[in-house]
Each structure stands twice: as structure tokens, then as C-alpha cells.
């Protein structure tokens, strides 16, 4: 088998990445489970306020105990789902038949449409909205407004509403209908913007980790430093040049604070005070350093500084190169090219003398 390029390797694993399942959003169950608990504590905190009794009607039997039961359910579905990281589908389907269970026995306890309960039913509409297709979220929409008209004309054939409270009711339904699929169409434009978002994020992250892989793979010493001549990054060529051992801690500290670096520190400190005279930043070159002057044995180099256009950073870029191995190569190309003379002027001069052999032997 022929060995497979990096690239092709890297597509292949990015497609596996794609196309493996995506994890449920585990995160969104929680918040929806804790809003519950705060919905369900402030339900039972007004119930207790008012005697326990739900908008002044004559239910105080079952008012408080159903929003004790509504609690205690609130808290043991988001302790699950904040514990139990497991069986995604099935949690989701207990809080929202939770939810429209307790809500639909609220409603009817609390005297229908005229207790002002249905607005609870927002709670699993936007739940169901966010964790759910579009079909099953407006399942669940049916389920409430089913549950309303029921409600709804149980009190007409018992007399205790009219044709007018069947008319509000499915005004209400309709409501609950533009709701839910307004609800629907703004999570799924969250959810593309959430996946682009994360795409984003991750070729990002791959492009940085490539970024410091040919920056710590790099033959030229990079350094990035504040206006303070403090590290923020640094490669390992870059601690050969200026003598310091591979494993040698730049980051975090001062250029200041090395002995051996002081003569590039004060250089980057006088090109910076030159650039803010002039009020334009350049890229400059620093002479090289004699070896030993600065305690810097059997090291010469060549220095450039560099800004980022962007005009908010306050990070310099510090590029080293080596002065010994450009003269070597440089001694390199001379010999190379001192070869190739050389090499001509024997060819040169070793024709006529061939032929000169041959007609003497003639």
C-alpha cells in the first residue's frame, strides 16, 4: 500500500469527525431544567403568599399541593439532568410531560383561561422549541392547546363558560401555534450560528497549533515580546541563538533579567524610542554582536523588529538570525562557485593540451 500524505490524513479525519454522531446538548437541557426550578419555586413562593389559592379562587385544597408536587418534580428532574449525564431522549420527555402535566392540572384548578396559568405553558413550548425538530416541538404545542380546549369545553357542557371562552381558548391555541414556530425558527438560526461558530473555533485552533508547529520547526529565532520586554512566546532556535539552554523558561519574564540578552533587550528598547519619535513603525535591523562583548561568547546576530499593522497590539516581533551561518553559507556559495572556475579553466586547458599530445603522437 502506498503511504497516505498528511493532507489526505488530515481529510480523513476531519470527515470522520463530521460525520460522527453530534453529543447532545446537554448544556440547554440544564438551563431549561434549572429555569423550571425557578418557575416552579416563584409558583409555589405566590401560592404561599396568597393563603394557597390560585387568583383569589376557591381551590386552596389542591392549589398549594400541586405546586408543592410541581417543585419537588422541578428539582428531581434537574438534579438528573445535572448528574446523570445519560439517556438524553428520556429525561427531555419526562420534564416536558412534567411539565404539561403539572401545568394542565394548574390550569384547571385555577378556573381556566381567567387564572392566567397558560402563560406557564411558554416553559416547555420554548424547551421543546430548542432540544426538538420541528415536528415533535409542535407536537407538543398540540399537546397544550389540546389540553386547553379541553379544559375549555368540559366548562361549557358543565355551564360553567360560554361560546365566547371556546373562541378565546382557540385564539389562544393560534397563539401558542405563532409562538412555538417563531420559537422554532429563532433556535435554528441559533443552532447554524453555534455550528459555524464551533467550525470556526476549530479551524482556528487548528491553524494556531500549525502556527506554533512552524514557529517551533523554524531555523530562525522568533521572539514575541511587550513594550515591557517581557517573553509572550518564544521558539527553540531562538534560545540557541541567545545562549540559553533548550529548556530555559522565557515566557513570563524580561529580557532585562537575562545578562547574556541585555545587548537585544537595549536594542529593542532604542528602536522602540526611535519609531515613537518619528511616529512610524518599521522594521529595523541591529548590527551584529561581537562575540564576547556583551557575554554573549562565540555568538553573533543579526536582529529584526516588527509590529503587527493592527494599531491596539501591544506585542513586537523580534526575528534572529544567526550572523555564522549566513558567512558560512556565504564561505559555501565562494568555494561552490571558486570550484566551477576552476573546474572550466582545467577543461579549458586541458583540450589544447590533448590535442597538442595527439599530434605529437602523429
Not at 400541586?66 to 445535572?82: E, H, I, K, R
Not at 397563539?175 to 443552532?191: E, V, Y
Not at 497590539?313 to 544567526?322: N, R, S, T
Not at 565562494?334 to 572550466?344: E, F, N, P
Request: hydrophobic share 50%.
Amino acid at each position: 500500500r502506498s503511504p497516505r500524505l498528511p493532507a489526505q490524513v488530515m481529510t480523513e479525519s476531519r470527515l470522520e469527525t463530521d460525520s460522527a454522531a453530534p453529543e447532545p446538548p446537554w448544556r440547554t437541557l440544564q438551563y431549561f431544567a434549572l429555569a423550571r426550578v425557578l418557575v416552579a419555586s416563584s409558583l409555589l413562593l405566590s401560592v404561599a403568599a396568597v393563603g394557597g389559592s390560585l387568583t383569589g379562587a376557591d381551590n386552596g385544597n389542591v392549589a398549594l399541593p400541586l405546586a408543592v408536587g410541581y417543585f419537588t418534580a422541578a428539582s428531581a428532574l434537574a438534579l438528573l439532568a445535572l448528574y446523570l449525564r445519560r439517556h438524553f431522549g428520556l429525561q427531555l420527555a419526562s420534564q416536558l410531560g412534567a411539565d404539561l402535566l403539572f401545568i394542565t392540572v394548574l390550569i384547571a384548578a385555577a378556573g381556566g383561561l381567567r387564572g392566567g396559568i397558560m402563560v406557564l405553558y411558554l416553559l416547555p413550548l420554548a424547551g421543546a422549541s430548542l432540544l426538538l425538530p420541528t415536528i415533535p416541538a409542535f407536537f407538543v404545542c398540540a399537546m397544550a392547546v389540546l389540553a386547553l380546549l379541553g379544559d375549555a369545553l368540559l366548562r361549557a357542557i358543565a355551564g360553567q363558560g360560554s361560546e365566547s371562552t371556546l373562541f378565546q381558548t382557540g385564539l389562544y391555541g393560534a397563539a401558542l401555534f405563532a409562538i412555538t414556530g417563531l420559537l422554532r425558527l429563532l433556535s435554528a438560526r441559533l443552532a447554524t450560528q453555534e455550528r459555524l461558530a464551533l467550525a470556526r473555533g476549530r479551524d482556528l485552533q487548528n491553524q494556531l497549533e500549525i502556527n506554533r508547529l512552524v514557529i517551533a520547526q523554524m531555523e530562525q529565532g522568533v521572539l514575541v515580546v511587550d513594550a515591557d520586554t517581557r517573553v509572550r512566546a518564544n521558539n527553540r532556535a531562538a534560545r540557541q541563538m541567545l545562549g540559553l539552554s533548550q529548556g530555559a523558561q522565557l515566557t513570563g519574564r524580561r529580557l532585562l533579567e537575562f545578562d547574556a540578552v541585555r545587548p537585544l533587550a537595549e536594542a529593542f528598547l532604542r528602536w522602540r524610542e526611535a519609531e515613537r519619535a518619528t511616529g512610524s513603525w518599521s522594521n529595523t535591523v541591529m548590527q551584529p554582536i561581537v562575540p564576547g562583548q556583551h557575554a554573549m561568547p562565540e555568538l553573533q546576530l543579526r536582529a529584526r523588529f516588527a509590529r503587527p499593522p493592527t494599531e491596539a497590539g501591544d506585542e513586537f516581533v523580534v526575528f534572529l538570525e544567526d550572523v555564522r551561518a549566513v558567512e558560512e553559507r556565504a564561505q559555501q556559495l565562494k568555494l561552490a562557485a571558486m570550484g566551477r572556475l576552476t573546474a572550466s579553466i582545467a577543461h579549458e586547458i586541458r583540450n589544447p593540451l590533448a590535442a597538442i599530445s595527439h599530434a605529437g603522437q602523429l
